[in-house]
């Protein structure tokens, strides 16, 4: 199983960037998927999860800026993220729900500047 996620980078404050995150070895229309974070020097946090309907959850700190979204044809769970704040600078991860431990990836860096 791999859940690799991609498309991190450097952006300004107030920029944008879209996260994907790639899936198999899963039946990936079958899983909820959540995006999690861990900014520097900080404990691994949940961001955001769609369920296998489409249904989403955002945590409060991302909430009218973020959105995931899922595009079960090319097992791919994405998340749009606008408005971006320097405190959103983090690893950015996907899992399944509820998570494995098994299948965490090396996640992407956003790195977000002042």
């Known amino acids: 199983v791999q859940l690799q996620a991609s498309g991190g980078g450097l952006v300004q404050a107030g920029g944008s960037l879209r996260l994907s995150c790639a899936a198999s070895?899963?039946?990936?229309?079958?899983?909820?998927i959540g995006w999690y974070r861990q900014p520097p020097g900080k404990r691994r946090e949940w961001v955001a999860n769609?369920?296998?309907?489409?249904?989403?959850n955002y945590a409060d700190s991302v909430k009218g800026r973020f959105t995931i979204s899922r595009d079960n044809a090319k097992n791919t769970v994405y998340l749009q993220m606008n408005s971006l704040k320097p405190e959103d600078t983090a690893v950015y991860y996907c899992?399944?729900?509820?998570?494995?431990?098994?299948?965490w990836g090396q996640g992407t860096e956003l790195t977000v500047s002042s």
């Open positions: 899992n399944i729900q509820p998570m494995r431990n098994d299948y």
């Open positions: 070895g899963i039946t990936f229309s079958s899983y909820a």
């Open positions: 769609i369920n296998r309907g489409g249904s989403s």
